[in-house]
């Protein structure tokens, strides 16, 4: 069973290794930086597993960088798909202020529904679906957006957006009802976790394995030819 | 409590979210490949003077002056519905126009994609202005806000999100002439003509 939750760990990897293959780390930096953090978190959660002290302060740290990571990567989601879009001084105020409305639901939650733990730990969890919601948000604007600006998904931002939309959307999902039902329901929710995580990871391999339609760089072009200029020029002296 | 029902309302835009990306994938994300023949029969005309005369705010002052309020009230909102049609012809033109340069960005000749790349853009900076003019327009029409005294001004709607929406149309022009270089003089007629 112990090696059940560790299958996202073998996704993971495979992950990583097809960030490397394609060289996505150029284009997606942070979300490269949170894979190789994911996959070293849960190598280390696996070799200390069976004791108990160490596990638990390698789960409550990685949960930390989890959090930290998870807000980043959102940050360069953000900031790809706006910077493409829109040179606007408002766009630059999105991204604090889903994240400052994803802080205020979720320490709103945290005092409807109060926590059993503590100081730091407290506040890792609240950190946690602070985070889930941030990705609820960004990924749920971006599918309105896509239509209504007619862009096409197979992009890694989308990608990656989309693996964290359908995670963070499924663990707010059986974490509020996980308040309801209270610790009978531990099992499915751990269940539901780690299949939701692992298709999570699937989408990101999927998105990943296909390249992603390269900018030209204006270096490598050619210059137009005289018949070329001059078909342009008849063109746009037609326009006006 | 709010909280609560907040976080039923996130979850709920997630999970439809989700579901709209299943389906997508399901049918494989169909987008198919546009070319040539699937954009000048599919563009709307939009006659930039005629925009550019419901934006001057000459014109604007000399309705309000010669007109009285209740001429002018209607006078103008005839001009806000003219102007809904323009951005709407707009923003139908560069959703063709987004499409064909998604295609065109496959191609292997490095120049083309390049070109293809800077319709794009444009053409979605475009849709991004349609899209927000739109909405501020219908506002104005279904609120009736002339009617509360607060007159909207059409030539505050020469930007919106810091695009200028008709200088961004000219520049999609250039643009989709750069691109479509290759066709013959007459079908380059029929697109600058339907553009």
Known sequence: ?240 | MFSIIFTWLIVAWGALSCIYMLRCAWSRFPKRDVDVDDVIPFLYPVDISLAESLLDPATEFEFRWKLGPPQFREAQRKRMRLFLELTRRMAHNSKVLVEYADSEKNRQDPRRASLASTLQEKAIEVRLYSLLTGIKLRFWLLLRTDIWNAKPVLAHLRTAGEIDGLQTYSALKVAAAAAFMQLPPDELDSLTRNL
């Open chain 1, 1 to 240: 069973m112990i090696f059940l939750t560790y299958i996202p760990l073998g996704l993971l990897a495979l992950l990583l290794w097809t960030l490397v293959r394609k060289s996505a780390y150029k284009a997606v930096p942070c979300f490269f930086a949170y894979t190789a953090f994911a996959v070293a978190a849960d190598v280390t959660r696996f070799l200390v597993h069976n004791h108990r002290h160490p596990y638990y302060a390698a789960y409550w740290f990685t949960e930390a960088g989890y959090d930290l990571l998870g807000i980043l990567v959102m940050y360069e989601v953000l900031r790809t798909v706006l910077g493409n879009l829109t040179r606007a001084w408002w766009a630059r105020l999105i991204f604090p202020a889903v994240l400052v409305a994803g802080v205020g639901i979720s320490l709103a939650r945290a005092d409807v529904v109060p926590s059993r733990l503590g100081g730091l730990l407290f506040y890792i969890v609240v950190g946690e679906i602070a985070v889930r919601f941030v990705q609820v948000f960004v990924f749920a604007g971006l599918v309105t957006l896509v239509p209504l600006l007619g862009l096409r998904w197979r992009q890694y931002p989308f990608g990656v957006a989309t693996g964290f939309g359908l995670y963070a959307t499924v663990m707010l999902l059986t974490t509020t009802k996980f308040s309801d039902f209270g610790t009978r329901f531990k099992f499915l929710w751990g269940v539901t976790s780690l299949v939701a995580y692992s298709l999570a990871v699937l989408i990101w391999i999927w998105f990943f394995s296909v390249p992603q339609k390269a900018e030209t760089p204006g270096s490598e072009l050619s210059a137009p030819s005289p018949g070329d200029l001059k078909q342009y020029k008849d063109a746009l002296r037609r326009m006006r």
